[in-house]
């Protein structure tokens, strides 16, 4: 009996130390917090490593949907013109980047605006027209920021001659060497390797907008270098340039101001170790400068890729006003009622995008209308409302303006309609615009921008004078 009730009590025991644990110590693991892939994620075999790439690559951005911190939603207002939406601290921002642009000239200093974005920007298409506006109103010329090889001849704003020793390093190539570390705010460089002699020219471009064939100051900037940097350039075989740089742990900027309009430049460049030259500029002496940025295959502007303090250097010396972030096309293939792994995606480059640069007012342009083939019809995608719907709260959520590219074309349907037109506005893949879809995507824009600009001084573009570009260089 005595035994018994041994037994009894070290079960009792047993029972209440195993009911403490429980209640003291909650368990972490719980069944309803896994997150199982949904089989309808992607639908699209073409995109589809593209999203998976960005899932695995990103892992970090991807925070178990318990932790995730939903912040509160904020009153604000959040002024509307012209499929423009602009909350008041971006109002406020681009009251700023008015006055200096309206200024730039009287300061003779250039300031900038990027235009990152994907496919749908690429070969200078869209920014091309977005430079010609805003250069037209405030003066200024040049293609602005480019890498120096345009091996696939996509780039109409400036011819670009190289000889075969340079390496082209992408931060969106799967098999870029992630050793180095050195991308700024190009997302790409040129690389000679030791002791090779790179060459390349830079020319006028007779296909670029009128302004943009017009430069005068070249900036090139370096890499940290581990040896002396020997810099030589010729204009029609008159040697016009010959640097020696000291190695340097920093950014390099070189900069040179020619008496000539666009001189047509051969540059040399040779060390001991290898160079990577992150990009050169061509501006003018004043006014505003706009910058191609564009990521082919890409859903973000891949910051966590770049080299935090080359990209910040870089800022600090282009005098940024202002910048447009331009994505989406590569997620539209991706048919889902919830969006929020893009989200979170894009909320990272946000906030990596304010650290990079902060106190510089950003407009994100919304995803485009685009369409494909159901039982021989060609129909838009239905989800296109959702995704867009997405970008645009986060936007807003971050104080960034949101154009709505997708009404602003048209709503439904409208990429079919742009492709039909003659000429046509839309290729017949019905996502990517024509060179005059472009064209008519960046008007839609800039009327907006203009039209805000209006607003917030209540005056009419008459009272802008635009600048010829050739009276900045007599001064």
Not at 221 to 230: G, K, R
Not at 457 to 466: E, G, I, L, W
Request: net charge negative; proline share 4%; aromatic share 10%.
């Amino acid at each position: 009996m005595r035994q018994a009730l041994r037994i009894l009590f070290i079960y009792l025991i047993i029972i209440g130390l195993a009911y403490a644990m429980l209640y003291f110590i909650p368990l972490k693991f719980l069944p309803q917090s896994l997150n199982f892939s949904n089989p309808d994620l992607i639908t699209n075999q073409q995109d589809s490593f593209e999203i998976i790439s960005l899932l695995k690559q990103d892992s970090l951005l991807i925070e178990p949907e318990d932790t995730l911190v939903v912040a509160p939603v904020k009153e604000d207002t959040v002024i509307v013109a012209n499929f423009l939406s602009c909350p008041s601290k971006f109002l406020s921002q681009l009251k700023l980047f008015h006055d200096k642009l309206s200024n730039a000239h009287k300061h003779k200093e250039v300031v900038r605006i990027l235009h990152f974005g994907d496919s749908q920007i690429e070969g200078d298409r869209i920014t091309e027209h977005l430079r010609e506006r805003f250069q037209e109103r405030f003066g200024g010329s040049g293609p602005g920021l480019n890498c120096i090889l345009d091996p696939q001849r996509m780039n109409p704003s400036v011819w670009l001659d190289n000889n075969d020793n340079w390496q082209l390093e992408s931060i969106y190539d799967r098999n870029r060497d992630k050793s180095r570390n050195t991308y700024g705010l190009l997302g790409q460089y040129a690389l000679i390797d030791t002791a090779l002699v790179g060459e390349f020219k830079i020319s006028k471009s007779p296909w670029a907008e009128p302004h943009a064939k017009n430069y005068q100051r070249i900036k090139l900037f370096l890499a940290p270098h581990s040896d002396s940097v020997i810099i030589k350039g010729s204009i029609k075989n008159t040697e016009v340039i010959n640097d020696t740089l000291p190695l340097s742990s920093n950014l390099t900027e070189i900069n040179w101001l020619f008496s000539q309009v666009s001189p047509s430049i051969l540059f040399q460049i040779k060390s001991n170790k290898e160079v990577a030259v992150l990009g050169v500029a061509l501006d003018s002496i004043s006014g505003v400068a706009v910058d191609n940025i564009a990521l082919r295959g890409q859903s973000s502007p891949l910051l966590h890729r770049t080299n935090a303090d080359l990209f910040k250097a870089m800022g600090e010396q282009l005098n940024i006003g202002m910048i447009i972030l331009q994505y989406g096309t590569n997620i539209i293939p991706t048919e889902t009622s919830n969006y929020g792994f893009y989200r979170k995606i894009l909320a990272k480059q946000f906030d990596l995008l304010t650290e990079y640069l902060p106190d510089v007012p950003v407009l994100f342009v919304g995803v485009a209308d685009a369409a494909k083939s159901i039982d021989g019809q060609t129909e838009s995608y239905k989800h296109l409302v959702d995704l867009r719907n997405t970008q645009k709260e986060l936007a807003l959520q971050y104080d960034f303006a949101y154009f709505d590219l997708y009404e602003a074309m048209g709503g439904a349907g409208s990429i079919v309609k742009w492709t039909e037109e003659e000429p046509p506005l839309a290729l017949t893949d019905y996502v990517h615009f024509s060179r005059k879809g472009g064209e008519k995507a960046a008007e839609y824009l800039v009327t907006a921008l203009w039209k805000h600009f209006d607003d917030l001084y209540q005056m009419n573009d008459s009272t802008f004078v635009p600048l010829d570009s050739l009276q900045l260089w007599k001064n």
